[in-house]
């Protein structure tokens, strides 16, 4: 997928533009923030769990050498295989090579967010082999060649009436009289059509949401139970994942999957968790005969000891893009690439660049929401914060805004002339306004002005009134 | 209690009344209230364009304005919280300025948290006979805790009736150049809001940091919406009648 986010404000406008991407958004932050909210209210030891879940992720990725060794160890152990990929291609080609190794015709994937990091369907089908997509949200965008829109919730930029409207156009065999107007049925619908895939898959493909060095297992949280099929039925399972998901033991997980649900869809837990440690073993009645983990670098190492290492502590729960005010304006498409929100905004520029991504940690208003809901309290707004200093020092913002902003600060450093000129800038505006209390247009205003008006100054800086103050005072 | 008072760059320019009432406010509450003049802003326009070097060198400035006073007073959610926030964070590698950064940050409050929760204020001498609604600024909400001491003492002015709107403490869209950068985003954001202030039925809708307000008020005009628009210490120290509401002829 080849990233848009250079076109951000295009692609904010487009989306702030349309009306069925507008509804679906405006259900999303009625739902799961509410949702959330009720959930945190039930546990009330939730505070004290963001604290430990932070500090579990914090404790392993100041260890992580020697936690992946450990976990590599162990899930070799298992009879399973472990690999290294410090790129997206390496990832692909670890990918393409266990498929051809079995002659794999046709892959399931249980929506591992690490898949479209690295691009694998384009590769697959390229090299002749079919990607099916099993989670719903996943299986509709597939259809609609769409890239996902959030991160637990792919689809969340369409209406029912869209998605029936996918189905109606792929699936040949559907009778154009049934009708697919309840959630329900379309639910229906797609288990029809995936289940005969599920068996007739040869490899699975699947994410991890946690991995867990004492064990060398993989872990997974759906709702929809694709996950186990994806990963069970075939005879090769691959986990495709990359470093930072990783934590030393059982209990470490099982501790943030207490945040994990609550934070995303506001659920004590998923409907679906599933642990996987190695292949079939002798005597197992299933499971898959070989057991691979793909573990993607992509760069996420070069954060380690830098100001952005916090971000790997993320779960990808969602709530930070969920209370996003910005996200929930233009949708997770604008930010053009795989992650959006606040998350994205951090993690996109240390993944594709500054100089691409330079718009996504510029559109926050810092308004802290994100940091506020996170489970593992990654400071999300001094990221972006961090991200800008980045761009401000490679010198990639327009240079009048960078004029414009050095002549600000000489003159805030001069106070004689800084209170100089805005008592005369004040006087001037306010006389100019005074007739109609605010302006629709003003030269040099027009980013302000395009959208509303600009309320005129009284006509007096608080600073020269002050000082009138004082020397009435002193003549007294 | 020697207090300074941060004006601001936001009130010094657009709304001195504000400053005023902030004056009166403190003085009421006990404070001898001073405005060194050494002030300009606090730099959160180069902080967050990624201008560390700019803002350093205004914090340092501020610093050194507002040294020995008991305390430094902003009337704003925002600047208080670049102060007692941030400030030390810009300075965590300069051990030279970074004990006389928390220094400050110890002793800097936003307006009206200051009044409840230092100088112990329950009630204010005001009358304003209105229904209003209160917008929760993000930054004196998130990084401040500001959410009660307002509705506390506005429900002790006379006359007035506090609605809540729902989303209050949903941020307005304004975000300092943000709004300016992203105007389309910050229209939907401040349109939203909107909507959610004219549900309440409210006649007047009151915040504490005045960029938000002046976005809020820029955004009902547009509309031609007759809702008044004022910074909170207007109000609480009865300062209404000083000057016309945000935005309005005077
Ligand atoms: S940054 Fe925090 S809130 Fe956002 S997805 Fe990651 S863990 Fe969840």
Not at chain 1, 234 to 243: E, G, K
Request: aromatic share 6%; charged share 25%.
């Amino acid at each position: 997928m080849l990233p848009t986010s250079r076109t951000f404000e295009a692609n904010a406008r487009a989306g702030l533009a349309n009306p069925i991407l507008q509804r679906a958004l405006a259900l999303m932050q009625s739902g799961f923030p509410e949702r959330r909210r009720l959930a945190v209210g039930r546990l009330p030891e939730f505070e004290a769990l963001r604290e430990i879940g932070k500090s579990i992720k914090n404790h392993t990725l100041e260890h992580l050498d020697f936690y992946l060794e450990l976990f590599e160890g162990k899930v070799l152990a298992s009879g399973g295989q472990v690999h290294w990929a410090r790129t997206p291609d390496e990832a692909r080609a670890a990918v393409l090579q266990i498929c051809r190794s079995v002659d794999a015709k046709i892959v399931t994937k249980g929506k591992p967010m690490i898949a479209e990091e690295v691009g694998l369907n384009e590769c697959l089908e390229e090299n002749g082999i079919t990607p099916v997509e099993t989670d719903l949200g996943e299986y509709i965008i597939q259809l609609r060649h769409e890239p996902p829109s959030h991160l637990i919730a792919p689809a969340i930029h369409l209406m029912k009436e869209q998605v029936a409207a996918t189905f109606r156009a792929d699936h040949r065999a559907l009778d154009p009289e049934r009708s697919l107007a309840e959630a329900r049925q379309l639910c229906d619908e797609a288990r029809a059509v995936l289940r005969p895939r599920f068996l007739a898959a040869d490899v699975g493909i699947t994410g991890a949401n946690f991995l867990v060095a004492e064990t060398g297992s993989s872990i997974i949280v759906t709702n929809e139970g694709n996950g186990d099929l994806t990963q069970t039925l075939p005879r090769v399972h691959i986990v495709i994942t990359s470093l930072e998901k990783l934590v030393p033991t059982l209990e470490d997980a099982a501790t943030l999957l207490r945040l994990l649900a609550r934070s995303a869809t506001g659920q004590e837990f998923s409907s679906y968790t599933t642990v996987s440690t190695g292949p079939r073993r002798p005597g197992d009645r299933d499971g898959p005969e070989q057991y691979h983990v793909v573990l993607l670098d992509n760069g996420r190492s070069t954060l380690l000891g830098g100001e952005f290492q916090e971000m790997l502590r993320c779960i990808r729960c969602s709530a930070c893009m969920n209370h996003c005010p910005v996200y929930a304006a233009v949708g997770g498409h604008a930010y053009g690439w795989v992650y959006s929100g606040p998350m994205g905004a951090v993690l996109t520029p240390s993944l594709i660049g500054i100089a691409d991504a330079r718009h996504l940690p510029n559109a926050s208003t810092f308004c802290g929401q994100c940091e506020n809901v996170c489970p593992v309290k990654i400071p999300l707004p001094k990221m972006m914060r961090h991200w800008r200093e980045r761009e401000f020092s490679q010198k990639l913002n327009p240079p009048m805004y960078r004029a414009g902003l050095s002549l600000w600060v000489w003159v805030a450093k001069r106070p004689a002339l800084y209170h100089a000129l805005v008592g005369l800038a004040s006087r001037a505006l306010g006389r100019l306004g005074r007739g109609r209390g605010r302006f629709r247009t003003l030269p040099l205003a027009s980013g302000w002005t395009v959208v509303r008006d600009l309320p005129a100054p009284e006509g007096r800086s608080f600073h020269s009134l002050w000082v009138q103050r004082r020397k009435g005072e002193t003549r007294k | 209690m020697r207090v300074a008072l941060f004006v601001t760059c936001l009130v010094d320019f657009f709304r001195p009344t504000v400053g005023l009432a902030a004056v009166h406010l403190l003085e009421k509450a006990g404070c001898t209230v001073e405005v060194p003049r050494a002030q300009t802003c606090c730099g959160q326009p180069a902080y967050n364009s990624g201008d560390r070097a700019g803002a350093k060198g205004i914090a340092v400035q501020m610093i050194d304005a507002f040294e020995g006073y008991d305390y430094v007073v902003a009337p704003s959610g925002s600047c208080a919280g670049m102060l007692g926030r941030h400030y030390p964070e810009l300075f965590t590698d300069n051990p030279a300025v970074l004990p006389r950064a928390e220094e400050l940050a110890a002793r800097s409050w936003e307006l009206v948290s200051f009044l409840v929760d230092v100088c112990g204020m329950q009630t204010v001498a005001a009358r304003w006979q209105r229904e209003v609604t209160y917008h929760d600024a993000c930054s004196g909400l998130r990084e401040l805790g500001v959410k009660d001491q307002p509705r506390r003492l506005l429900a002790s002015v006379d006359g007035l009736r506090l609605r809540e709107m729902s989303g209050a403490e949903v941020c307005c869209g304004f975000g300092g150049t943000f709004c300016v950068k992203y105007p389309d985003i910050s229209d939907k954001m401040v349109s939203d809001k909107e909507a959610d202030i004219a549900a309440t039925g409210a006649e007047a809708v009151l915040a504490g940091d005045l960029g938000c307000l002046l976005n809020i008020a820029g955004k009902l005009h547009r509309h031609n919406r007759r809702i008044e628009v004022r910074h909170v210490a207007e109000v609480l120290a009865g300062m209404t009648e000083e000057a016309p509401p945000i935005g309005a002829p005077q």
